[in-house]
């Protein structure tokens, strides 16, 4: 009697499972971590454009830290021997791949879109290995952000500091006045994005390429990066006590209520003042961190494709050039908060914290004070970063002297190459 | 429910007063109210809308009641491009769920009796050996596993995940049945095998029927932990054939947009909904399964 | 409990030459039988061997070699687990792995005892207390660690709940304390799994047998001396079980620690679990991550097995877990 029953259930499961999902041809599958409703209003323009190419768009999302989850499942994808069509990636991921030979060159429809010429030569060094294009950026983040609430600034009659002992007296008055100078969110990656502009602002461009990009020990080691442990120390006490752990919109809800000033964040904190309601200008100010006018610390998102043979390259290509397609760009951005990774897309439709963004983009590449960001990867190679996060979060987190935590980096970034 | 047959010690011993009882009791219900808290700041906060979670605080009962978040969730929330809720991920895990754990238990079960009705020489280091396996880190196996998988051409299937949740059940299976089977008293077995019965025959027609609690107990804890399951499911599926704890994941940790914590909540009670199910209604149950060696009772 | 039996059929009407035929077959069919129950358990075994123990040699392998982004073969002797042991990470994870670990078997065995002798007592709502203790082991970690990350919040959970209340003195930041922060991991472990060890014990304490009670009452024993000479020892069996379903959660405890501190503040909530994970996946490190795995394996292993020993040794008759 059981055996019959089991019999029945077996027989039933592999009815099941018979039933595997045969790939559609003309579909591209792309994985990454965008899984809010505003990153899949953004994400719907590419999938449009996809879609006029004559590909559907299937949809592997894995949120989560930053892309932490889905590089661990592209990591168990690769090992199975089949990787999405076309992934998600930041800082030097594309490289990585790319060196292992896993990614579907993309030379012939870069020659096609002149992205040799369109895309600035900060951002190619993290999409092309060996000369090859493998890697297409969708936008470009900056991180060297102050965003602050209008109404307090009128109400304290400040404008936009711009030398740190200015947001240092700045921060005071707002203090006294009664309001958190700044909102913080005790997360590493918070901590590291403060740090950016910390030590642009203590030591300028060529000081920000030769510590945290070149690693060169002497700049590490030397005293100017210990100014900029300084700033981070009198950032730490701007902060409210309950910053630890707090996810980094929750404090970009704190100025938008009015109960913070300011918050120094990339400007994909756009979206929640939109989301919000408030306009740039009007509800919250978009200033450059003091010391760093002039300076773009770029952060960018970009897509590569994986080599899954050759019956699937054409979908790869429709969709690097759909990432790439100058419309694309424009609205993808416009709602992300981004800048386009194209340099020929024109500038209206753009909020003026946009406009501002483009703007101060050419201006940084002509003079060469473009430089990625350490904290989002663009700076120092995946193992050097996280080392460095464990010594800013460190610092921040306790009572270190700056010293110390520079004594600290010079051994962290050592032990991780 | 059955009768009770067995009564607390302080009965047998005949010494049981109204104080006692009444310090037992409380005890029981402040411990009560402590496991609840959390269970109740999760409902409260998926019926609040969302102006009201950041504004108030985590017990307060919500001034508007409203299901949005429950709607938007189960049908609407956002889990990527896609845009249609946890519904289509809550069937795939079902799906996934129901063959994993037949598979597992069955295989558990037949486990279990030979290790304690044919016992033979080492039979008790082959158990320890499949024990040990209990204590395995996922991490370790996920990338080892998808190599496997690739080469057999299961990687994105179904299938694929079953088997691999089959394989790390195995040895929670075993290790239940061969506790239970440990207490099953010899002589029916070999009552049966003198009447000419065989090895399956004992098996389906002695041993099941007669395993009902503990397979509830095999069966309530695997449904668990596969029906939780997210690394796995994850890195073994694609796209809309992904578990509920992926939709779940994706939803819970937006990491730049923005967080709509009732939705959240509202989902993490969906997916925890069969779960807490088969807890409640199978409790019960469980606890008889758990009674290895009752019968003397 | 149901018990099936079968009338005993014997034939009496067999010829010498049948029963010398059947004798054959029997003989081949007892060969088969004997073989049989090893063959039913060597799929698992197989299965055992290949992705368990086979998996395991390939990290312990892979933590011998320079792998980093990616597994290669280049050897690299001791220098991956040396580079795990300098790095301070490690250590506050490995201290906090003797807090968290030692705390939470030890109170989710206490509580789950404790819970378990007060439910024994008769008690008219049993069912739905027993309801109410079990249900946190039904919730995935993802949800646990999310659910008690809100409570534990100070500007958001229990503090604001308590000042809004009216006792403005109240304070809890744990979790946002360097120090104190595990024990907030300890606490969402402990609330999550003390339920289901509270079943297993309820039902050991259903299986005692009342006769040594009563005797032991009428020889003039207390409760507390009874409880304690009689029916405790009884329970060891389901200690084992107990113990092995505690250390199999507390290894796996990734989830619970990235969804409740994301194994902050800093890194003052580091466990081998999440060091582990970041470092083979995130950070690129892969020997890295299998030099801390096989770390790992081995304390779970020199804990574990001399235990299993010792307590599956002595032949037992019936009874027991």
């Not at chain 1, 918050?263 to 994909?268: A, F, K, S, V, Y």
């Not at chain 2, 089977?181 to 077995?189: H, N, R, T």
């Amino acid at each position: 009697m059981f055996k019959k029953r089991i019999a029945a259930v077996a027989a039933g499961l592999f009815a099941c499972h018979a039933l595997s999902a045969i790939a559609a041809d003309k579909q591209v599958e792309v994985m990454h971590w965008w899984t809010s409703g505003g990153e899949a209003k953004a994400l719907g323009v590419l999938k449009d454009n996809l879609k006029q190419r004559g590909y559907a768009w299937k949809d592997s999302p894995i949120a989560g830290g930053g892309g932490e989850a889905a590089r661990t499942v592209l990591r168990a994808r690769i090992a199975s021997n089949n990787p999405p069509d076309a992934v998600q990636m930041l800082g030097f991921s594309v490289l990585d791949y790319a060196e292992q030979d896993l990614l579907t060159n993309l030379d012939s429809i870069a020659k096609k879109g002149d992205w040799d010429k369109q895309v600035p030569a900060p951002l190619q060094r993290f999409s092309k290995s060996d000369g090859h294009w493998y890697g297409v950026p969708i936008d470009v983040h900056s991180d060297n952000w102050i965003w602050a609430n209008k109404k307090i600034f009128d109400e304290l009659k400040l404008t936009p500091p711009q030398t740190f002992e200015e947001l240092v007296a700045d921060a005071d008055k707002i203090r006294k006045a009664g309001y958190i100078p700044l909102a913080h969110g005790g997360q590493a990656w918070q901590e590291a994005t403060i740090f950016d502009s910390a030590v642009m602002s203590a030591g300028g461009p060529k000081f920000y390429n030769d510590a945290l990009v070149k690693l060169d020990a002497k700049a590490l080691g030397s005293k100017t990066m210990e100014k900029a442990f300084d700033q981070l120390r009198a950032l730490r006490g701007m902060v409210d006590p309950n910053f630890p752990g707090r996810d980094w919109n929750l404090a970009t809800s704190m100025v938008i209520n009015g109960k913070a000033a300011m918050q120094i964040m990339g400007d994909w904190a756009k979206g929640e003042f939109a989301n919000a309601g408030k306009k740039p200008g009007v509800d919250y100010l978009c200033m450059r961190y003091p010391g760093t006018q002039g300076d773009f610390i770029f952060v960018t998102d970009q897509f590569a494709t994986f080599k899954a043979g050759s019956d699937r390259q054409a979908g790869q290509y429709a969709f690097a050039e759909a990432v790439m397609d100058p419309k694309v760009q424009a609205q993808f951005n416009q709602i992300k908060g981004a800048v386009p990774a194209r340099l020929d897309v024109p500038a209206d439709g753009f909020d003026e914290c946009g406009q501002k963004s483009m703007a101060d983009m050419r201006t940084a590449l002509k003079n060469g004070t473009m430089v990625g960001s350490f904290a989002h990867g663009q700076a120092m190679p995946e193992a050097s970063k996280t080392a460095l996060y464990d010594v800013v979060t460190h610092f921040f987190n306790s009572n270190q002297s700056s010293a110390d935590a520079v004594k600290a980096l010079v051994t962290a970034i050592q032990n991780s190459k | 429910m059955a009768a009770k047959t067995w009564d607390s010690p302080q009965m047998v011993v005949g010494k049981h007063n109204n104080v006692s009882r009444i310090v037992i009791y409380s005890m029981l219900l402040i411990v009560a109210l402590v496991y609840l808290v959390p269970l109740v700041v999760m409902l409260l906060t998926s019926f609040k809308p969302l102006q009201e979670v950041y504004a108030g605080n985590i017990l307060a009962l919500p001034h508007e009641w409203t299901l949005a978040a429950w709607e938007k969730a189960w049908g609407s929330a956002c889990v990527g491009l896609d845009c249609s809720g946890v519904k289509g991920f809550f069937w795939n895990s079902f799906r996934m769920v129901f063959s994993a754990v037949f598979l597992s238990t069955l295989i558990g079960a037949l486990n279990g009796y030979v290790l304690t009705k044919w016992r033979f020489k080492g039979d008790n280091v082959l158990f320890a050996l499949v024990l040990f396996g209990c204590f395995i880190p996922f991490q370790i196996v996920l990338i080892p596993m998808a190599t496997f998988l690739g080469k057999i051409g299961l990687a994105q299937s179904i299938t694929g995940l079953v088997f691999v949740h089959v394989v790390y059940g195995l040895c929670f299976t075993t290790l239940y049945f061969r506790n239970y089977y440990i207490a099953f008293p010899d002589e029916l077995v070999k009552a049966a095998m003198i009447d000419g019965a065989r090895f399956f025959r004992i098996f389906f027609r002695i041993l099941l029927p007669n395993s009902v609690p503990i397979i509830t107990v095999t069966v309530i804890w695997q449904f668990t932990n596969i029906w939780n399951d997210f690394l796995f499911g994850a890195s073994f599926t694609t796209g809309a054939s992904a578990p509920i704890t992926v939709a779940l994941n994706n939803i819970v940790n937006t990491s730049t947009g923005v967080k709509e914590y009732n939705v959240q909540m509202a989902t993490a009670m969906i997916a925890a909904l069969p779960t807490l199910l088969v807890y409640v209604v199978g409790g019960r149950y469980f606890v008889r399964g758990l009674m290895a060696g009752s019968v003397k009772g | 409990m149901l018990l099936h039996s079968r009338a005993q059929s014997i034939d009496p009407a067999k010829s010498p030459a049948r029963v010398e035929k059947v004798g054959k077959k029997r003989s081949a069919r007892n060969a088969f039988e004997a073989l049989l129950p090893k063959l039913v358990l060597s799929p698992t075994l197989i299965i055992t061997l290949v992705f368990v123990y086979g998996f395991i040699v390939w990290t312990t392998v892979l933590s011998f070699t320079r792998s980093r982004a990616f597994a290669t073969f280049k050897w690299a002797g001791f220098t991956q687990f040396a580079r795990v042991w300098e790095h301070p990470r490690w250590h506050v994870a490995v201290e906090n792995l003797g807090i968290y670990a030692s705390l939470y078997v030890v109170l989710c065995l206490a509580i789950g005892l404790a819970l378990a002798i007060l439910l024994d007592q008769r008690i008219r709502a049993e069912g739905y207390l027993r309801a109410i203790f079990l249900y946190p082991m039904a919730l995935s970690f993802i949800v646990t660690g999310t659910a008690w990350k809100w409570i534990l919040n100070p500007g958001l959970g229990l503090t604001k709940l308590f000042h809004d209340w009216g006792w403005t003195s109240f304070q809890f930041d744990w979790i946002i304390s360097d120090d104190m922060a595990i024990y907030t991991v300890v606490i969402a472990a402990v609330w999550q799994a003390s339920g289901f060890v509270m079943a297993m014990f309820l039902a050991g304490l259903r299986g005692i047998d009342q006769e040594q009670i009563k005797a032991a009452s009428i020889d003039g024993a207390r409760m507390p001396s009874i409880y304690r000479r009689i029916i405790i020892p009884q329970l060891r069996p389901v200690f084992i079980s107990a113990l092995v379903i505690l250390v199999h959660l507390a290894v796996k405890s990734y989830e619970l620690v990235i969804a409740l501190t994301g194994a902050g503040p800093g890194y003052s909530t580091e466990l081998p679990s999440t060091f582990m994970y970041s470092f083979t996946f995130t950070r690129n490190e892969l020997g890295m991550g299998a030099a801390s795995a096989v770390m790992m394996l081995c304390t779970v292993a020199a804990i574990m097995v001399p235990y299993l020993y010792s307590e599956m040794r002595p032949r037992r008759s019936g009874g027991g877990h």
